[in-house]
């Protein structure tokens, strides 16, 4: 058994996808002074072998997709964007470890329902939803609205670094949870690129605009404080993409090819 | 001395932080010694001084350090150490380049070397006593782990992982600021987890 399989086999399946599974996991065992036992809880992103794959395209596409996951990890921590740091890397066997964010994700917060409360794996961290459907928001003492400008701001600061998220969704973001104000997240860079783009910006927060349409109804107008967020932050892009997204609005995420 | 225990790779990760360092030099000057030295003589001068010896200036926080650690020992289990040993390549791990006579000679003990981090792997099935041996090495003062924020040189880290001009920092213009040795520890720890996909 490889290192990296034992530490999977350690640790407890949170999540399972398509393309990974995910897992809450610890390093170490022990302690160091001025620090907590055991370290620090880590989320560990394992790209399982796809048996539908041939073996040698299946390792290069996982070594592709790990470094470029966190190269936009790090391009993104480098500019300041808030997402989540790197722990450990291992491209060989497809596994990245980052920093496990406590806290809940967006979509939960504006009332939806978690995308995989039915998916397999351990659920008893999640928190009791029935709970939370009176007021989400009232847990982290925050409003809809003041979320969309920490979400517009996120974006605003990841475009300015030109990098594409690829996949912008409510599920894609977490409020953290801190005792002071709450600072939201961006997560889950597996589809990103990085590009200067308008266009790329453009569908970027075209697909986000979708994804609110779709999850959640009755919070679409709210999609507007979101772009005026981000307005403010990459004031010298916005004119580019708001004219981009203007466009894409009127033909969809993909570009017509013809002629 | 502190030890913790990587279960995966059947190790014990063995940390010392000493201070008021007398002998970086003599420290330097037995490495180099003992890795030419020949015969049983030759074996037991490495096996002396058979740690990873780093300036302790360098390191933000011991996640910076363990994560370079685990870099390494992952390196090792997989056959694709940069360097000789699983305690260089901690040191090669640290340093944002490849170039290891740079890393050894920014992040390794060098002849003033006044704090140095010592660092021990063990595999799990050995029994040795390692602070024992580390103090027969360095001549310091043995102090608790949590000593090191006293001892990071925040200005000389960002100036050799060239964070000075990043988004990240630039607001935040005041050195003493902890928020901005906070953002500067996360951005080292992460560079160091992702170097072997870093370009």
């Given at each position: 058994?490889?290192?990296?399989?034992?530490?999977?086999?350690?640790?407890?399946?949170?999540?399972?996808?398509?393309?990974?599974?995910?897992?809450?996991?610890?390093?170490?065992?022990?302690?160091?002074?001025?620090?907590?036992?055991?370290?620090?809880?880590?989320?560990?992103?394992?790209?399982?072998?796809?048996?539908?794959?041939?073996?040698?395209?299946?390792?290069?596409?996982?070594?592709?997709?790990?470094?470029?996951?966190?190269?936009?990890?790090?391009?993104?921590?480098?500019?300041?964007?808030?997402?989540?740091?790197?722990?450990?890397?291992?491209?060989?066997?497809?596994?990245i470890g980052i920093e496990w964010i406590e806290g809940e994700s967006v979509r939960v917060l504006l009332g939806a329902e978690d995308e995989e409360t039915e998916g397999t794996g351990d659920t008893s961290d999640l928190p009791d939803l029935e709970q939370l459907e009176h007021d989400p928001l009232a847990k982290f003492n925050t409003t809809s609205s003041h979320v969309m400008r920490l979400i517009g701001t996120e974006i605003a600061k990841m475009h300015a670094a030109d990098v594409i998220h690829g996949d912008l969704t409510t599920s894609n973001m977490m409020l953290r949870q801190r005792s002071d104000e709450g600072t939201e997240v961006l997560i889950d860079f597996g589809l990103s690129y990085v590009s200067a783009l308008a266009e790329d910006k453009a569908v970027d927060l075209y697909v986000l605009e979708r994804a609110f349409a779709s999850t959640?109804?009755?919070?679409?107008?709210?999609?507007?404080?979101?772009l005026d967020a981000y307005s403010k932050i990459n004031s010298k892009?916005?004119?580019?993409?708001?004219?981009?997204?203007?466009?894409?609005?009127l033909r969809g995420r993909k570009r017509s090819m013809v002629g | 001395m502190e030890t913790i225990t990587y279960n995966n790779f059947e190790a014990k990760v063995h940390l010392a932080l000493f201070t008021s360092v007398e002998n970086g030099k003599e420290i330097r000057e037995r490495i180099i010694k003992a890795s030419t030295a020949e015969g049983a003589e030759g074996d037991a001068a490495r096996e002396a001084v058979n740690f990873a010896f780093v300036d302790a200036k360098l390191i933000a926080s011991p996640r910076h350090l363990l994560t370079a650690t685990y870099q390494s020992l992952l390196a090792e289990s997989q056959e694709s150490l940069k360097t000789k040993t699983v305690h260089s390549e901690i040191i090669w791990s640290l340093n944002p380049t490849s170039n290891i006579t740079e890393a050894l000679r920014r992040f390794g003990v060098n002849d003033n070397s006044s704090t140095l981090l010592v660092v021990r792997v063990v595999k799990s099935s050995e029994n040795l006593d390692v602070e024992k041996n580390m103090k027969e090495v360095v001549q310091g003062n043995l102090v608790p782990l949590s000593e090191l924020e006293n001892v990071t040189d925040w200005s000389l880290i960002s100036k050799y992982y060239k964070l000075n001009s990043e988004v990240a920092v630039t607001g935040l213009k005041n050195?003493?600021?902890?928020?901005?040795?906070?953002?500067?520890?996360?951005?080292?720890?992460?560079?160091?987890?992702?170097?072997?996909?870093?370009?």
């Open positions: 058994m490889t290192p990296t399989v034992a530490l999977l086999e350690s640790s407890t399946l949170i999540r399972q996808g398509a393309e990974a599974k995910v897992y809450k996991s610890y390093l170490y065992d022990g302690q160091i002074s001025g620090s907590d036992a055991r370290g620090e809880p880590i989320l560990l992103k394992y790209r399982f072998n796809k048996q539908y794959r041939h073996p040698t395209l299946n390792s290069t596409l996982t070594r592709q997709r790990i470094a470029q996951e966190t190269r936009s990890l790090m391009k993104c921590l480098r500019s300041g964007v808030h997402v989540p740091g790197l722990r450990m890397v291992d491209a060989q066997e497809g596994v959640h109804p009755d919070s679409e107008p709210l999609f507007q404080t979101v892009e916005w004119k580019a993409v708001g004219r981009k997204l203007d466009e894409v609005r | 050195p003493n600021d902890t928020k901005r040795h906070k953002i500067i520890e996360e951005l080292v720890t992460s560079f160091v987890a992702m170097k072997s996909v870093s370009s």
